[in-house]
């Protein structure tokens, strides 16, 4: 189900792409590239449960956007962007002083849709971004701090315990990303954008067979971030 999930969003942009560049609308060429970074917020949503707070993390990158149409006042667009993600989760241990987060590090690969209102030379233009998005893991550590014992161990709610000494299995997981921003667009010095992102996984980090610990294990992220892109070329 989860890979037929993912053929679907993959076919879903793939047929975006296409409507695109049926060049149904005024066209356009616009090439421009540019850089990224924010902050993220990020859970794991494991099943059985593990109470959490936030992990956050930094996330950093390229951006590559060619502007293709516009339909009506809808300026149609793809994205994709090659980013640095710190992933994760932060355990909320109530049962004693231990503390616990690990830190996930990715290399985040979005296949995005971009459609845009507004000004697209001198001016502002909101946008929405949605689409597929494929992470592929670097590396990980965690911190432990508290008495960590197996008496503290021994009080953990569900005695759900495992995930401290799991190594991350599955290297390779995809979801769907969307959001929204804000575009000032000046003549000369480029495109200085603002945006909000929410990331929610569709596949796991850890095994999920009938005798593995966790059904789920899914990364959910809250992205704030601002880009810098500038025109390559430009045509109209």
């Known amino acids: 189900m989860k890979r037929l999930t993912l053929l679907f969003l993959i076919f879903s942009f793939s047929h975006f792409l296409n409507s695109a560049f049926a060049q149904v609308g005024e066209h356009r060429s616009v090439l421009a590239v540019g850089i990224n970074g924010g902050y993220l917020l990020n859970r794991v949503s494991f099943n059985p449960t593990i109470k959490q707070v936030f992990h956050g993390g930094m996330t950093s990158g390229l951006t590559l956007r060619y502007t293709c149409e516009k339909y009506f006042a809808m300026i149609c667009a793809v994205q994709i962007e090659a980013n640095f993600a710190q992933l994760g989760w932060k355990e909320k241990i109530e049962t004693s002083t ?139």
């Open 98 to 236: 231990d503390t616990y987060s690990r830190t996930v590090n990715y290399m985040q690969v979005p296949l995005l849709a971009h459609l845009s209102f507004g000004k697209e030379v001198g001016g502002v233009t909101g946008y929405l971004v949605l689409g597929p998005q494929l992470n592929f893991y670097l590396s990980d550590h965690d911190k432990r701090g508290g008495e960590w014992s197996n008496s503290t161990l021994a009080l953990r709610p569900n005695h759900v315990v495992e995930q401290y000494d799991l190594p991350i299995q599955k290297k390779f997981e995809y979801g769907i990303t969307g959001g929204l921003g804000i575009s000032v667009n000046t003549r000369h010095a480029g495109h200085f954008m603002l945006e909000g992102r929410y990331y929610f996984g569709l596949s796991n980090i850890f095994n999920d067979g009938k005798a593995d610990t966790f059904g789920r294990s899914a990364n959910g992220t809250i992205v704030a971030k601002a880009s810098y892109l500038f025109d390559v070329f430009s045509k109209k």
